[in-house]
């Protein structure tokens, strides 16, 4: 049997978390807190649980990506449309030092786990809410996910090449970056109340999806106020901050390569094409030449194999990288000397690979102890132990479906 407790290790051993949230955004903020060592119960429908657990690759049926997103936290079923789930999720908030939450805000209201509620249950608590376009928005209802966060953020807008439609990337970048900025958030949150605990009055954090790419993207709104105009699609190059060389580079034996050289003193490194250094020594030279020395760069990588490029880039100190796939990952050096990848025993499919806690503390370090749970394998320890219900009150929110 599964051991029902945590490592206790970690920057966050002993916050209490609890999380009304699915997918992506939400559950990662909360994933970052259990990783270093929160108790973070993930809250889950009976029947169906998070929609996270049927979605992505699969091992003989057995589906992945849970394994990873619900990874050191605590699965309970509970059904919010009965008012006696409603009520153990009063108490769930009530035991809380932290409630996540994705619901749109109507729906919050009406089953008591917006702001107010939250606050009165719970005085002191910290409410992470996300949603597509914020509470306080004339949109707050409508629904919302990250790839349309990643459209409105002006970041899709920038990733292609010119002659290209927009380009979004190939995972959930708009939830994870929400997912951050979310857990940055709590924790700003919880050193104001760690510091001045007398005047804490609880924390309302309301982000919506496309504010932490947009946030990110510092000199968009700045040079469209200053300039009058918007950044186009630069391909691989930096949209308002063109360098020498950025861009990648197929080798001879098909591998993709990147190179970056945005610096004067980079771009002179490039030497073994044989161009004269003369012609790169200002910043107005680069700019000048850089169709040329970038074609010039494609030509020479397009004649060696990625081995012998990445040879010489590395003598000349030239920044580069072969484009990695997850194959390139699992063999690299550098994650195995950064203990990057780690093994954990799953229930379902025996020693698993996956990320290592990120990032690293030396000194009280975040531990995986368990992968994403079966749904609801840990309600008798929340509901019965950590809240306190009683096995008549149990049995029937289980008889009744609430569990």
Same mark, same amino acid.
């Given at each position: 049997?599964?051991?029902?407790?945590?490592?206790?290790?970690?920057?966050?051993?002993?916050?209490?978390?609890?999380?009304?949230?699915?997918?992506?955004?939400?559950?990662?903020?909360?994933?970052?807190?259990?990783?270093?060592?929160?108790?973070?119960?993930?809250?889950?429908?009976?029947?169906?649980?998070?929609?996270?657990?049927?979605?992505?690759?699969?091992?003989?049926?057995?589906?992945?990506?849970?394994?990873?997103?619900? #990874?050191?936290?605590?699965?309970?079923?509970?059904?919010?449309?009965?008012?006696?789930?409603?009520?153990?999720?009063?108490?769930?908030?009530?035991?809380?030092?932290?409630?996540?939450?994705?619901?749109?805000?109507?729906?919050?209201?009406?089953?008591?786990?917006? &702001?107010?509620?939250?606050?009165?249950?719970?005085?002191?608590?910290?409410?992470?809410?996300?949603?597509?376009?914020?509470?306080?928005?004339?949109?707050?209802?409508?629904?919302?996910?990250?790839?349309?966060?990643?459209?409105?953020?002006?970041?899709?807008?920038?990733?292609?090449?010119?002659?290209?439609?927009?380009?979004?990337?190939?995972?959930?970048?708009?939830?994870?970056?929400?997912?951050?900025?979310?857990?940055?958030?709590?924790?700003?949150?919880?050193?104001?109340?760690?510091?001045?605990?007398?005047?804490?009055?609880?924390?309302?954090?309301?982000?919506?999806?496309?504010?932490?790419?947009?946030?990110?993207?510092? &000199?968009?709104?700045?040079?469209?106020?200053?300039?009058?105009?918007?950044?186009?699609?630069?391909?691989?190059?930096?949209?308002?901050?063109?360098?020498?060389?950025?861009?990648?580079?197929?080798?001879?034996?098909?591998? &993709?390569?990147?190179?970056?050289?945005?610096?004067?003193?980079?771009?002179?490194?490039?030497?073994?094409?044989?161009?004269?250094?003369?012609?790169?020594?200002?910043?107005?030279?680069?700019?000048?030449?850089?169709?040329?020395?970038?074609?010039?760069?494609?030509?020479?990588?397009?004649?060696?194999?990625?081995?012998?490029?990445?040879?010489?880039?590395?003598?000349?100190?030239?920044?580069?990288?072969?484009?990695?796939?997850?194959?390139?990952?699992?063999?690299?050096?550098?994650?195995?000397?950064?203990?990057?990848?780690?093994?954990?025993?799953?229930?379902?499919?025996?020693?698993?690979?996956?990320?290592?806690?990120?990032?690293?503390?030396? #000194?009280?370090?975040?531990?995986?102890?368990?992968?994403?749970?079966?749904?609801?394998?840990?309600?008798?320890?929340?509901?019965?132990? &950590?809240?306190?219900?009683?096995?008549?009150?149990?049995?029937?929110?289980?008889?009744?479906?609430?569990?």
């Amino acid at each position: 049997m599964e051991d029902q407790t945590s490592t206790g290790q970690g920057q966050l051993a002993g916050l209490k978390v609890v999380e009304f949230a699915h997918v992506v955004a939400g559950p990662l903020a909360g994933g970052m807190l259990a990783d270093q060592g929160a108790d973070v119960v993930h809250v889950e429908p009976p029947g169906s649980g998070d929609a996270a657990r049927a979605m992505g690759p699969r091992r003989d049926g057995v589906p992945l990506w849970f394994k990873v997103a619900g #990874r050191n936290k605590r699965s309970v079923t509970l059904d919010l449309h009965h008012e006696e789930g409603r009520e153990v999720a009063r108490e769930l908030i009530a035991w809380a030092d932290v409630v996540i939450v994705t619901l749109r805000a109507g729906r919050l209201r009406a089953w008591g786990l917006d &702001w107010e509620a939250v606050h009165a249950l719970n005085p002191t608590a910290i409410l992470l809410q996300i949603s597509g376009f914020g509470a306080t928005s004339s949109r707050a209802d409508a629904p919302g996910f990250g790839k349309m966060g990643e459209a409105r953020s002006g970041v899709v807008h920038l990733t292609g090449f010119p002659e290209g439609p927009p380009v979004h990337t190939g995972f959930s970048h708009g939830d994870a970056v929400t997912g951050l900025m979310g857990a940055f958030a709590v924790l700003a949150a919880l050193h104001r109340r760690d510091t001045d605990p007398d005047s804490f009055d609880g924390e309302w954090i309301d982000l919506a999806l496309f504010e932490p790419l947009y946030r990110l993207v510092e &000199w968009q709104i700045i040079a469209y106020d200053q300039l009058g105009t918007a950044p186009e699609r630069a391909g691989n190059q930096l949209a308002v901050a063109p360098a020498a060389v950025i861009n990648t580079y197929r080798s001879a034996d098909g591998d &993709w390569l990147t190179v970056t050289s945005a610096t004067i003193r980079c771009a002179m490194r490039v030497r073994l094409l044989g161009l004269p250094d003369e012609e790169f020594v200002t910043v107005e030279q680069q700019h000048a030449g850089r169709e040329r020395l970038d074609a010039a760069l494609r030509e020479w990588v397009a004649a060696r194999p990625a081995a012998e490029c990445l040879a010489a880039f590395e003598r000349a100190e030239v920044v580069a990288s072969r484009v990695f796939t997850a194959a390139d990952i699992v063999a690299d050096p550098v994650y195995a000397e950064r203990e990057d990848i780690i093994t954990v025993d799953d229930p379902d499919l025996g020693p698993v690979r996956m990320q290592a806690v990120i990032p690293r503390f030396h #000194r009280s370090p975040g531990a995986v102890w368990r992968t994403g749970p079966a749904l609801g394998a840990d309600n008798a320890l929340v509901y019965g132990e &950590w809240l306190g219900i009683d096995g008549g009150r149990l049995a029937k929110l289980e008889a009744e479906g609430v569990i």
